[in-house]
């Protein structure tokens, strides 16, 4: 049984975090917006989520600031960079610092929904393959299943039409 994914969004502009939280409400996600780093760390610290959509320039924090505090607080987090100012640079600095994806603005709803899922998917399969505390040969657990086929999709794709 899977949950339904906890996703945060981290943009200053209104209409871009709304945009997101529509999308992936649509989509039975646990969706929470914030625009400043008190607002993150307080979600973060309430509810760790699956997935953070991260801007990168934002007036009162820095985006790759905020990416390397995620990462080492709740490294488990799955970390998405959607940025309208793409570089190599900062492309670069964020894959070393963690960062799950990069993506450039403008974003579609496919290319959240899409991004979103290969996200949780990572996470569900890095964690599956953790060592089972309650195995006595220590070995990792592998799931029979096949990644990526529908029947392993989180719950909170399986209601798109």
């Known amino acids: 049984m899977t949950t339904q994914a906890k996703i945060l969004i981290v943009d200053d502009e209104e209409v871009v975090r709304l945009s997101y939280m529509r999308i992936l409400a649509a989509t039975n996600c646990?969706?929470?917006?914030?625009?400043?780093?008190?607002?993150?760390?307080?979600?973060?610290?309430?509810?760790?989520?699956?997935?953070?959509?991260?801007?990168?320039?934002?007036?009162?924090?820095?985006?790759?600031?905020?990416?390397k505090a995620l990462k080492r607080s709740w490294p488990?987090?799955?970390?998405?960079?959607?940025?309208?100012?793409?570089?190599?640079?900062?492309a670069k600095e964020a894959v070393a610092l963690g960062a799950y994806d990069y993506l450039t603005k403008p974003v579609g709803p496919d290319q959240v929904i899409d991004a979103a899922n290969a996200a949780m998917l990572h996470k569900r399969w890095a964690l599956h393959n953790e060592v089972d505390p309650e195995?006595?040969?220590?070995?990792?657990?592998?799931?029979?299943a096949v990644p990526g086929r529908a029947s392993d999709k989180p719950d909170f794709l399986r209601k798109l039409p």
Request: glycine content about 4%; charged content about 20%.
């Open 30 to 67: 646990h969706v929470k917006a914030a625009w400043t780093w008190v607002q993150v760390a307080q979600a973060m610290q309430q509810e760790p989520f699956d997935v953070v959509l991260l801007d990168l320039r934002m007036p009162e924090m820095d985006g790759m600031k905020v990416l």
């Open 135 to 144: 195995c006595e040969t220590g070995r990792q657990t592998v799931s029979p």
């Open 76 to 90: 488990e987090s799955e970390v998405i960079i959607i940025t309208g100012y793409p570089t190599l640079e900062s």
